[in-house]
């Protein structure tokens, strides 16, 4: 009985070793193909205590480095004191979580990489991190491609825009004086045909001159050339600016208007007033250009909006708002954005029946943003 029990007892023993030997191998496996895979991707894998103290390197790790023997942290990968120093492993230790940051290795070059503290407990109790290094090198080049690109680009931007600004500038000499020349004529010419000839030279020479000045805008604000002004305005200054604005559009119209201003608006404003006042010219132009009957109104209220950039004003500035709604022809939702780019109009047949280049609301944008506001429909 008792040679029984012996004989079943080695059987089992020597089941389990099977077993056992069979769980070993499938370790190795899978070790060797953790450590493949980690080489491959040139990923460094490390696990230390909260003294700092490595208890295991991957094997390539170690090829470059060495054993690390009694070494720490900092010894061992950097030769550096100062390198756990506020390390952000810390933090994981603390707080028993995943922390990730980015670093460098200083014995491989530098090389940038991307790092995972997890902690974790070992089979006795102790608090270990688990640190894997991801290489970061290829997509730090491509950063650095793309931002070399970016600026590149952004200077051809600059550039394109500086020259438009000096051509458009050269531009308005002659045409101021043909303008000047062609006024003084069709006050002198008695021929009716030869007036109505110079006539059309005037219009035509105000057009485009109202289009170079137009870009002249547009490349200022694209090639940071624009310069602000701020200083106090009286808030009827604005309102006076705008029925001036309404006398003269709408005159020989049977168009209504009215502007209201909320009484809880600040009587000065702080602003680049000649800034504002274009942005509102532009749209108030606008509204008069498609309104053919019925009322345009003007409404300025306080602005809960805060600025979306600095420019000469605090962060948390006041802001006002400036509504203009008309009873013209109206514009599709699918347009709402399309309208503030630059040469784009809602629809090509409206733009060949009122005119118009596009500028407008383009410039009135770029100048909202400037002042720190937006502009929506």
């Known amino acids: 009985s008792v040679m029984q029990d012996a004989q079943i007892q080695k059987k089992r023993t020597e089941e389990a070793l099977v077993r056992l030997e069979d769980s070993m191998a499938e370790v190795r496996r899978l070790n060797h193909q953790i450590e493949f895979v980690l080489g491959a991707t040139k990923t460094r894998m490390c696990i230390f205590d909260a003294e700092m103290k490595i208890h295991y390197i991957d094997p390539e790790g170690q090829n470059i480095y060495g054993d690390p023997g009694e070494k720490n942290y900092s010894e061992y990968f950097g030769d550096n004191p100062d390198l756990t120093r506020n390390y952000p492993v810390e933090d994981a230790f603390k707080?028993?979580?995943?922390?990730?940051?980015?670093?460098?290795?200083?014995?491989?070059?530098?090389?940038?990489?991307?790092?995972?503290?997890?902690?974790?407990?070992?089979?006795?109790?102790?608090?270990?991190?688990?640190?894997?290094?991801?290489?970061?090198?290829?997509?730090?080049?491509?950063?650095?491609?793309?931002?070399?690109?970016?600026?590149?680009?952004?200077?051809?931007?600059?550039?394109?825009?500086?020259?438009?600004?000096?051509?458009?500038?050269?531009?308005?000499?002659?045409?101021?004086?043909?303008?000047?020349?062609?006024?003084?004529?069709?006050?002198?010419?008695?021929?009716?045909?030869?007036?109505?000839?110079?006539?059309?030279?005037?219009?035509?020479?105000?057009?485009?001159?109202?289009?170079?000045n137009d870009i002249l805008d547009l490349s200022k604000i694209k090639s940071g050339e624009l310069k602000l002004r701020i200083d106090g305005y009286s808030i009827e200054d604005l309102e006076h600016s705008i029925t001036r604005a309404f006398t003269t559009l709408l005159a020989d119209t049977d168009i209504t208007y009215a502007v209201d201003i909320d009484p809880a608006v600040p009587q000065t404003i702080h602003t680049d007033y000649m800034k504002v006042w274009q942005i509102v010219q532009n749209v108030i132009s606008n509204a008069v250009k498609f309104t053919h009957s019925g009322s345009i109104q003007v409404k300025v209220t306080n602005s809960t909006y805060k600025p979306i950039c600095q420019n000469g004003f605090g962060a948390d500035a006041n802001m006002i708002a400036i509504a203009i709604s008309d009873t013209g022809i109206g514009i599709q939702s699918g347009h709402h954005t399309k309208i503030f780019d630059a040469f784009k109009q809602a629809d090509r047949s409206i733009s060949r029946r009122y005119g118009g280049a596009g500028l407008g609301l383009s410039i009135a944008r770029n100048l909202c943003e400037y002042l720190g506001g937006r502009i929506t429909v």
């Open 95 to 212: 707080s028993k979580k995943t922390v990730v940051f980015e670093k460098v290795l200083p014995k491989e070059d530098n090389r940038p990489v991307l790092a995972t503290a997890v902690p974790y407990q070992d089979g006795n109790g102790q608090w270990l991190i688990a640190e894997i290094n991801v290489d970061l090198s290829q997509r730090k080049q491509i950063e650095t491609e793309l931002k070399s690109a970016r600026d590149a680009a952004e200077a051809a931007n600059r550039a394109k825009s500086l020259f438009l600004a000096n051509m458009s500038h050269e531009l308005r000499t002659p045409l101021n004086a043909i303008i000047g020349f062609s006024q003084i004529l069709s006050t002198q010419e008695k021929n009716r045909k030869k007036a109505h000839y110079i006539d059309s030279i005037h219009t035509s020479g105000n057009v485009l001159l109202s289009l170079i």
